[in-house]
């Protein structure tokens, strides 16, 4: 059985896998404790009808963006870090990829803390006795290690185990839910503390770097149309499910922890199963694409090798603590992370045919008009972006949805300075480093 994940170069046909199968992977990604969190945060900060609004919008978002991005990979086969070479250049391209597998890393250890909280009131309601937080995060976050060092075939698997499951249970929970409490709770007040564009806002930045990074799951999809299908399918659904789910629970059960909910409900031990399962498939996906982004700086690298020295530290940074900064921490990623999405669109869609998108071609050392674009789509994020929702200076409105006003203007920005670089940049010009094909 083959066992590269072709982290320097271009998923083989013969390797490629359904569309299906590739949005099993997306929808197990989605459904995860973070999004109970935020769905939990939503229903207790805003009206109930607003909350559903503002995920189903921001998830329509994110499934239309997704089938974008994922075209990319299918159409190139090559990994999100890799396209990054392309339109960044070698050092741009590395700093890129640095930046993502930093910020996945943050996501990893953030993910490991929702494991361990969760596993923690679990342990302690079957057994009675408190094991310190810390203990299950480490565990959690070895388990997740393991199947990313094994890379995306493991990946996939365990989705196509778990999403199932997953689904069956949100959905008992729900009826369970409505049959003992009622619907009396959805329209409960509560005290706002979201604007409407903050809630989609954070609605699309708890997946965004997901979608920007679709290219490391969409590469292995034999055509770019189902590509697209994947994406569009496993961003929306997979976003929105676990948000509306934990809004409608918190509501109706009026709780603030998704694993007690269910305990209460009579759930639990299916819930400890089930909710492991979606935190395992998530966060494996975190630290192998972090592994996959740190291996392309060099072909020296091994991907395992990179992930197991990437988990160790997410590992550590996890047990200290790093979920307690959920909510600003996904903010920050999609204010600097987002805006490369939009780069990397506008340079595939108006430069495929050039010879830097060629397999084997070769890029400039750093390419200053792309790196221009993407600073300009991050001052754009945190200029719009509202004090009262995150880090942000809120002096102008786009969107209203900030991660979403970086990606549009690195996009726009690529292209304002297209006509320019190529009066500056003869197509002729030399070039100095290769894309591994």
């Known amino acids: 059985m083959t066992t590269t994940d072709y982290e ?6 013969d390797q490629r896998k359904s569309w ?13 404790l973070s999004g109970a969190f935020l769905g939990v945060s939503l229903a207790s900060g805003m009206a109930f009808w607003p909350a559903i609004g503002a995920t189903m919008l921001g998830s329509l978002l994110l499934g239309l963006l997704a089938m974008a991005c994922a075209y990319v990979g299918a159409a190139t086969g090559l990994s999100t870090a890799m396209i990054s070479r392309a339109v960044f250049g070698r050092i741009g391209g590395a700093i890129l990829a640095l930046a993502i597998a930093v910020s996945l890393v943050g996501w990893y250890a953030v993910q490991a803390g929702f494991f361990g909280a969760n596993a923690q009131i679990a342990f302690a309601e079957f057994t009675g006795i408190d094991v310190p937080v810390q203990v299950f995060t480490a565990i959690g976050g070895v388990l997740m290690a393991i199947t990313a060092f094994w890379g995306y075939r493991s990946i996939n698997r365990l989705s196509t185990l778990a999403v ?8 008992v929970g729900v009826i369970v839910a409505f049959t003992v409490n009622g619907a009396a709770g959805l329209q409960a007040p509560v005290e706002a503390t979201f604007t409407f564009g903050g809630a989609v806002s954070l609605v699309m930045g708890i997946f965004i770097l997901g979608v920007v990074l679709a290219p490391d799951m969409a590469r292995w999809a ?3 149309k189902q590509a697209m299908i994947a994406g569009f399918v ?8 676990i948000l509306v789910v934990a809004i409608l629970l918190a509501r109706i059960m009026d709780g603030t922890e998704l694993m007690a909910i269910f305990f209460a409900l009579g759930l639990g031990g299916v819930a400890v199963i089930v909710l492991i399962l979606a935190q395992w ?48 921490f996904i903010l920050v990623v999609g204010t600097i992370i987002a805006p490369y999405g939009g780069v990397y669109l506008a340079s595939f869609f108006t430069g495929r045919k050039t010879a830097r998108w060629a397999h084997g071609a070769t890029v400039p ?7 221009a674009a993407w600073v ?11 004090p009262a929702d995150g880090p942000g200076f809120g002096w102008f409105t786009l969107t209203s949805i900030s991660a979403l006003d970086g990606l549009l203007v690195g996009f726009v920005a690529y292209l304002v300075l297209l006509p320019l670089r190529r009066r500056v940049t003869p197509a002729s010009a030399p070039v100095t480093d290769e894309v591994s094909a």
Do not use: C, M
């Open 164 to 171: 199932p499951l997953l689904l069956l249970l949100l959905v």
């Open 222 to 224: 034999k055509t770019p």
């Open 8 to 13: 320097h170069g271009v998923v083989p046909q």
């Open 20 to 32: 299906l199968s590739i949005a099993t992977v997306w929808i197990a990604i989605g459904i995860d």
């Open 234 to 241: 496993g961003f929306f659904f997979g976003n929105s499910i």
């Open 376 to 386: 300009v789509g991050i001052f754009v994020a945190v200029a719009t972006t509202n």
């Open 365 to 371: 050392l750093v390419d200053g008009w792309s790196i």
């Open 281 to 328: 498939t998530t966060n494996t996906t975190n630290l192998y694409s972090a592994g996959l982004s740190f291996a392309s700086i060099s072909e020296r690298l091994s991907r395992r090798t990179v992930t197991i020295v990437l988990g160790a530290i997410g590992i550590i940074v996890g047990v200290i603590g790093a979920a307690d900064y959920f909510v600003q």
